[in-house]
């Protein structure tokens, strides 16, 4: 059983803004090759079909195969709790987890969560800059269930979400699987899954840009810090990213500058393109994530960082102005 699991006209959920380092660098650039590469991509679960007795366990690994270009990841799954429990993986912190892999690298977990009220596990995570997007095969997370009642319980993914280091989704199929729990026979055959065949996308005319004259870069400026600077003003006052500043100035903590330190600033980089729709403003309510003012009004929470030179996804404060960017 393969489901397709585009979702393209969905938000990316939960990715962290951090990873927009690489997509202030590599927004221009051109991805059609790199989309067309994914059609044989799948998340499946492994093995897909398991019989076990009530009260013994059954260890499942959520895979990723044949991806090209991975830097983040959303999944979900669902169960029957009924005869199924999900052990939890990290009995220190509150909840109930499941076990991350490595592909792609778990820099930053933004949901963990198996609900076995529900019969919902939620899976997020992103690479961090300077890590290199990951391609081909490999273990995106395990879990291990517990039997509870006598029956066959599906495995089924409703959420497949995959994308690369511009926040770009990547197309991919998902394939499912069942535990058998209780009953002394062996285990079905497993089933061969039919095959899918996607639709190609229309074609795509590419239109070449008029040529560009280059002129020689102006030499860097050099600014002391004064105090109550913070990295983040000193590159809104000077109107460059503070990834460049960081690069630059070989800084390993972005929030530990000192009064008198000398730092270069780079050139600002071309100016862009006439201005587009306005943004909208909100103002910071008292419980609101960025997940979820980006999921409010439907943009990508990497893009919202960026829009707001956020620099840590995990902090914003109540009262604070946030611009929307337009969709």
Do not use: H
């Not at 009530?54 to 005869?83: H, K, M, W």
């Not at 509870?148 to 959420?159: E, K, M, N």
């Not at 026979?185 to 065949?197: E, K």
């Amino acid at each position: 059983m393969i489901q397709r699991n585009w979702n393209m006209g969905r938000p990316l959920p939960a990715f962290v803004g951090i990873v927009l380092v690489v997509v202030l660098v590599g927004s221009l650039l051109a991805v059609g090759p790199a989309a067309a590469m994914q059609a044989g991509t799948v998340v499946r679960v492994q093995p897909v079909t398991q019989q076990i007795g009530i009260g013994q366990t059954a260890t499942v690994e959520i895979r990723i195969e044949n991806v090209s270009g991975l830097y983040a990841a959303d999944v979900e799954l669902r169960f029957n709790p009924a005869a199924l429990q999900v052990q939890d993986a990290d009995p220190g912190r509150d909840g109930v987890q499941i076990q991350p892999g490595n592909f792609p690298s778990p820099d930053f977990v933004a949901l963990n969560s198996a609900d076995n009220a529900t019969g919902v596990i939620r899976y997020a995570l992103t690479q961090l800059p300077p890590k290199p997007p990951v391609s081909g095969s490999g273990l995106l997370a395990t879990v291990v269930f517990r039997g509870q009642a006598a029956g066959t319980v599906d495995l089924t993914f409703s959420i497949v979400i995959l994308a690369n280091a511009q926040g770009q989704q990547l197309p991919a199929s998902s394939q499912g699987g069942n535990i058998i729990v209780g009953g002394g026979g062996p285990p079905p055959a497993t089933p061969t899954p039919l095959p899918v065949t996607p639709t190609p996308p229309p074609p795509v005319t590419i239109t070449p840009p008029p040529p560009v004259t280059l002129t020689p870069p102006p030499a860097p400026t050099r600014y002391v810090v004064q105090r109550g600077d913070t990295l983040y003003s000193i590159a809104r006052r000077f109107g460059v990213s503070i990834w460049q500043l960081v690069s630059l100035n070989n800084i390993p903590n972005i929030n530990l500058i000192y009064v008198g330190q000398v730092l270069i600033i780079p050139a600002p980089g071309p100016t862009p393109p006439g201005p587009g729709p306005t943004p909208t403003q909100y103002i910071v309510q008292y419980g609101d994530t960025l997940f979820s003012i980006a999921r409010r009004f439907g943009v990508n929470v990497w893009r919202l960082a960026s829009y707001n030179n956020i620099s840590n996804p995990n902090y914003i404060r109540a009262g604070q102005v946030l611009l929307i960017p337009p969709r």
